[in-house]
């Protein structure tokens, strides 16, 4: 035989085994590649014998039935069936992906595979080990749904409160692992970064950036779990706060499994809060229980709600209940409850009016002074609340930086002082630089001042770039409290209501009862009297604008708090704050605060009515209106500057 005729019979041999048993590859996607042939068994042995970590999870799924192969390129996958779609793990890569059932064809076992399989023992689950709740907690970093479900079994099963708030934060996607340690942390925004708690001992673990975090997903039926394992943990907790959220949690989501819990946690309860959240939730699970008395039963306890979610059940109870005893019944609540929803929403329209009033009233007060005592059109009064947002970022960066997190909350107090003082010193040089040339020529004072907020808002563009700025609410600014069903108070607008007022009030205290504001009430009465009189008109002017700009400055450091910090900021409040002064009245404290809450509960009573845009337009009209018929606006000055 010819040494060529050996080398060709020897290259078809090897190639008739590879392609006969491709299972037999060391490496695992060699291994893998075996499971798309239509002969699983050589496969399957393969990977019984494999020491790669990744072979017995395959088999696993493959015993389960969910192991597939795409379709599209042959891969290997596990998938999990989430709604018409299926939640699909590489095998190889960890990577996750959404598939149509239609793109993947189940990898099925013959009776001989599974036989093989079986009598190895390699598809069995892994022996359980006993967790501590650190360990526990460490296991939710699985890609997998279905053992993320079983480590959110572990924690309800080990009893420790302090499972509460780690559920809570992955229901709610705040729920991160750290890249650098693989730790499991609770993230909260803070500025452009994170703030991050250990999930397994509670302990600060200082701000990073969000690049350095993986999240930890969950897909509805896992909120689910996640709830429920909430609500039965907190019911079962020694504080009757506890008890009240977690049974409030369990409003609509209760069950067949947590009906006997809430009823036993019902009979033992005497904290009334706790039991009255607790019969809520009961009810909400009995309302389409197959008895009727315990229907109606629910219905009564249900009646007395505010809660939306309340209403959406009776909504749909209605709809779905046959007896008309019941119905009626679930008819009478149902218009009960849409009543008091529809007084909580005036009510909530007027403390939004409020809010919006105060925002108002602390982007008008500086301009007040500018525009109504001083009697100087000034278009870059939105630069100076600009400004004064800006120091309150700044002051944000630095405490990050440099000070240690334990005093960060602390930024906001130092960030108005800051603010002032911007502000007060840009109107400083604003004035002495180009205002006090132009007392007599209002018209090219509007065109200086644009000019200058025009130049304002580039240096700011050059210095902390065209993007926005997110400056983080202090924790004792986060959150708020239900007044009532519906009616939730958050405390930064809260703060900067009382801000308002007290900003308000020290200027009336500085113009009324001090020699400064005696003077520069003087010099805007009568200039050239005040100079005969010995008042230094010149310093009284670059104070005074000075202070107007400072307030305004005040005004950015809390409009940060309730939005994010842009160049254009300014721009989107000088017009309404022109208008509350001028509606208001030209000069007058009174007319501008009575202007600004005026303003601000008209606006938020017509945008349900009329949509934001539209309701702004009507405002504007009825405005321009009232001018025609009251020039000076609703409280105007007296005296003889006003009367020439």
């Known amino acids: 035989m010819s040494p060529l005729r050996v080398l060709f019979l020897l290259f078809v041999v090897v190639a008739a085994s590879y392609i006969a048993a491709p299972a037999h590859a060391d490496d695992l996607p060699g291994l893998l590649s075996g499971l798309a042939q239509s002969e699983l068994k050589p496969a399957v042995e393969a990977l019984i014998a494999s020491d790669d970590p990744k072979a017995k999870p395959v088999l696993r799924a493959l015993a389960a039935g969910t192991l597939y192969k795409r379709l599209d390129n042959d891969a290997i996958v596990t998938g999990e069936p989430s709604g018409d779609m299926v939640i699909i793990t590489d ?57 993320k479900a079983k480590a959110i079994q572990r924690l309800t099963e080990l009893g420790d409160p302090r499972a509460i708030p780690v559920l809570q934060a992955l229901a709610d996607g705040r729920l991160f692992v750290r890249k650098t340690d693989g730790a499991v942390i609770i993230g909260d925004r803070s500025g452009n970064d994170t703030r991050v708690t250990l999930a397994a001992t509670a302990e600060p673990a200082g701000i990073v950036a969000p690049g350095d975090l993986d999240a930890l997903f969950i897909n509805n039926n896992l909120r689910n779990i996640v709830a429920e394992a909430v609500g039965r943990m907190g019911l079962l907790n020694s504080d009757a706060a506890t008890r009240r959220r977690a049974a409030d949690t369990l409003i609509g989501s209760a069950n067949d499994q947590t009906l006997p819990l809430l009823r036993d946690a019902l009979a033992k309860e005497t904290d009334a809060g706790a039991k009255a959240a607790i019969s809520m939730a009961l009810a909400s699970a009995e309302i389409a229980d197959a008895d009727k008395a315990r229907r109606l039963a629910a219905i009564g306890v249900l009646s007395g709600s505010t809660d939306l979610r309340v209403r959406s059940m009776l909504q749909a109870r209605m709809a779905a209940e046959t007896d008309p005893e019941v119905k009626a019944a679930v008819k009478t609540a149902f218009d009960s409850a849409q009543r008091k929803l529809e007084v909580i929403g005036w009510a909530v329209n007027l403390f939004q009016g409020i809010s919006l009033g105060s925002v108002l009233l602390l982007a008008a007060i500086g301009l007040a002074i500018t525009f109504g005592v001083m009697g100087v059109i000034n278009m870059a009064h939105g630069e100076m609340i600009m400004l004064g947002a800006y120091s309150a970022y700044v002051v944000q960066e630095v405490f990050r930086a440099f000070l240690p997190p334990s005093v960060f909350d602390l930024y906001l107090i130092a960030a108005i002082p800051v603010g002032f003082v911007v502000a007060g010193i840009a109107g400083i040089i604003i004035e002495r630089g180009i205002i006090r040339f132009l007392y007599t020529r209002p018209l090219e004072t509007l065109l200086a001042t644009w000019g200058v907020s025009l130049m304002l808002q580039q240096l700011v563009r050059s210095i902390f770039g065209a993007p926005n700025k997110e400056v983080a609410n202090p924790n004792w600014m986060t959150g708020g409290f239900e007044l009532v069903g519906g009616f939730t108070v958050v405390w930064n607008r809260v703060v900067i209501i009382l801000l308002c007022f007290a900003v308000l009030g020290i200027i009336a205290l500085i113009m009324k009862r001090t020699l400064y504001g005696l003077q520069m009430r003087a010099v805007t009465q009568n200039r050239g009297m005040a100079s005969a009189m010995g008042i230094p008109t010149a310093r009284i002017d670059a104070l005074t604008f000075a202070l107007g700009s400072g307030i305004a400055g005040i005004a950015g450091v809390a409009l940060s708090q309730i939005g994010n910090v842009s160049p254009n900021l300014g721009t989107i409040y000088i017009v309404d704050s022109f208008l509350v002064v001028v509606f208001g009245g030209v000069g007058s404290l009174l007319g501008t605060l009575t202007g600004a809450m005026g303003l601000g509960i008209a606006n938020k009573i017509l945008e349900p009515m009329a949509g934001a845009v539209l309701g702004k337009v009507i405002i504007l009209v009825l405005i321009i209106l009232f001018i025609q018929k009251r020039r000076r606006g609703l409280f105007a000055l007296k005296g003889r500057s006003v009367e020439t």
């Open 91 to 147: 095998v190889l890569t960890d990577e996750q992906e959404q598939l149509k059932p239609s793109e993947l064809e189940v990898i099925a076992l013959d009776d001989a595979t599974r036989a093989v399989l079986e009598n190895s023992g390699a598809a069995a689950p892994p022996v359980e080990e006993t967790l501590d709740f650190a360990g526990a907690v460490d296991k939710l970093k699985t890609d997998s749904f279905d053992d």
